[in-house]
Every structure is written in structure tokens, then in C-alpha cells.
């Protein structure tokens, strides 16, 4: 079964405005990663955040990782069109990281 | 994009007969994945390598198997397609040694008619 689960499931907003999206998951993890995904394309790699780690930052993204809670956070400030797609937690797990099924976020003009 | 490519890009195929699709990487990494992407359910592993000859199974491995007898290709064969096997596979390599950060292939979409 999958180990990450985001939420929700899809979200549309203005441009401009700020994306949250998160992400819980089951069992102990050594790292959280956060991937985008537009449309046709393969995935891309956003941020990874460590276990030992609270907070990252990366450009206009903000992740927050809450080990005790198993949850994740992404945060995308002043959101552009090209914005618009489809978002994922993975947990690794060893050799493998699983996925979630994903965000799918919609900026509108 | 890492290097990696996928071959074909599309394929249109009729249930029963056998299925291989091909990952080629140009950079020599070591661990290489393959996952099936579905409406619903996100991206799901189904088989790993993580060296010559050496695979493993990942959530959704029946009805797929795996071969990797040099570094740089790593095949996914269905054996009998299905129409459940329908779907989008993408190919993946570990970019580093300390942490499992995936770059991705383009994707093979798939349709088992």
C-alpha cells in the first residue's frame, strides 16, 4: 500500500496567491521528498527534507516536516501559471521511495 | 533529464502477447526503478535494480519482470499483457549516493487492447 497520502487532492487558486499542500504518512521515514509533475511529463524533483530537519527552503518553496505527527507540508508562495500541476510526496524507504497520489493544482489568472 | 530514455514511447498492444519495454541511462547510476502511474493511485513501484543482475520487487510486481545485465539498460517485461496492465511506466534512477533523489524518463504510455 502507499505510504504517502496528500491533501487534498486537488486545489485551484488565483495567481499570486499561496499553495499549501500536505502530505501524512505511516511509518518512519529517512527523508521526505516533494516532486512536481506537469502534464505528459515524467516527474520532477522539488526539495527533500531529512528527518532530523524541521523546515526547508527552497526558491518561493516552503517545506515543514513534523516527524512526531508523520505529516509534511509544501508551501508555494506568490503562485505563477506555469505552477499549475500535479504534486507529490515520497518517503523513503530504503532502496525505494513510495509515492503518493498526489495534488493537483490549478493556478488561475 | 539525467540521460535517461525511454523506448518506445507509445505502444498499442493486443492481451496475451509479451511486452518489453527498454530504459537506457548514460551516467552509470547504480540504482534504477520502474513504476506504473494510474489515475487514482498515483505512481507505484514495481520493480528495482540496484546493480547488474541484482533486482527486487517493489508494491505491484506480479505479472512483470525485470532484467539488467549491463549498468546503462534496464527492461521491464510484461509476459502476457493484460488490459490491467493499460497505463503510463516511467523509468527512474537514483542521482545520488546519499539520498534517493529520482530523476525521471519521459514515460511509456501503455494500452492493452
Known amino acids: 500500500s502507499q505510504q504517502g497520502e496528500e491533501d487534498p487532492q486537488a486545489l485551484s487558486i488565483q495567481e499570486g496567491e499561496n499553495a499549501t499542500m500536505n502530505c501524512s504518512y505511516k511509518?518512519?521515514?529517512?527523508?521526505l521528498q516533494w516532486y512536481r509533475q506537469n502534464s505528459g511529463r515524467g516527474l520532477v524533483h522539488l526539495i527533500l527534507?531529512?528527518?532530523?530537519?524541521r523546515e526547508k527552503h527552497s526558491g518561493r518553496l516552503r517545506v515543514t516536516l513534523d516527524t512526531s505527527k508523520k505529516s509534511s507540508s509544501l508551501l508555494i508562495t506568490a503562485s505563477r501559471a506555469a505552477d499549475t500541476a500535479s504534486y507529490f510526496c515520497?518517503?523513503?524507504?530504503?532502496?525505494?521511495?513510495?509515492f503518493g497520489k498526489g495534488t493537483r493544482l490549478h493556478i488561475l489568472p | 533529464d539525467a540521460g535517461i530514455t525511454q523506448s518506445p514511447r507509445h505502444k498499442v498492444t493486443e492481451t496475451g502477447t509479451p511486452v518489453t519495454l527498454r530504459c537506457h541511462q548514460t551516467e552509470n547510476h547504480r540504482y534504477m526503478y520502474w513504476y506504473r502511474q494510474d489515475p487514482g493511485h498515483g505512481l507505484r513501484l514495481i520493480h528495482y535494480s540496484y546493480g547488474v543482475k541484482d533486482t527486487d520487487k517493489g508494491e505491484v510486481s506480479d505479472g512483470y519482470s525485470v532484467s539488467r545485465s549491463k549498468t546503462e539498460d534496464f527492461l521491464l517485461t510484461l509476459e502476457s499483457a493484460t488490459s490491467s496492465q493499460t497505463s503510463v511506466y516511467f523509468c527512474a534512477i537514483k542521482g545520488s549516493s546519499v539520498s534517493n533523489e529520482q530523476f525521471f524518463g519521459p514515460g511509456t504510455r501503455l494500452t492493452v487492447l
Open positions: 515520497a518517503t523513503d524507504a530504503g532502496d525505494k521511495i513510495i
Open positions: 527534507i531529512r528527518s532530523n530537519e
Open positions: 511509518t518512519s521515514i529517512n527523508n
